[in-house]
């Protein structure tokens, strides 16, 4: 089994940052694509940011310029640092990771348990 424990949510007045991290153990093999999702009080779960194995990102069009996406292969962990936090940020945000538990390489999606970001002054 694979477990993600996230931690670094908060609450922080407009224009003030937060880094998230979103660490992986368990059985772990490999891990492939790593996302940071996030879901507001009556809306939708949406993709925040997604970094590939090899480092290439991609972000959701409100976030681009004030959020950057990484990992570190070596401690299985996700990170996202927000910068310039806007109170429609506000939400609870959950990492993905796709984790192949052997050398198989069948990966499957696992979800961190959530955590609470609020922006507000």
């Known amino acids: 089994q694979v477990q993600l424990v996230e931690s670094g949510g908060g609450l922080v007045r407009p224009g003030g940052s937060l880094r998230l991290s979103c660490a992986a153990s368990?059985?772990?093999?490999?891990?492939?694509?790593m996302g940071w999702y996030r879901q507001a009080p009556g809306k939708e779960r949406e993709l925040v940011a997604i970094?590939?194995?090899?480092?290439?990102?991609d972000y959701a069009e409100s976030v681009e310029g004030r959020f950057t996406v990484s990992r570190d292969n070596v401690k299985k962990t996700l990170y996202l640092q927000m910068n310039k936090l806007k109170p429609e940020d506000t939400a609870v945000y959950y990492c993905?990771?796709?984790?192949?538990?052997?050398?198989?390489?069948?990966?499957?999606?696992?979800w961190g348990q959530g955590t609470q970001v609020t922006v507000s002054s």
């Open positions: 368990g059985t772990i093999f490999s891990i492939n694509v």
């Open positions: 970094i590939l194995r090899g480092g290439s990102t």
């Open positions: 993905n990771q796709e984790v192949a538990a052997d050398s198989s390489r069948r990966y499957r999606a696992y």
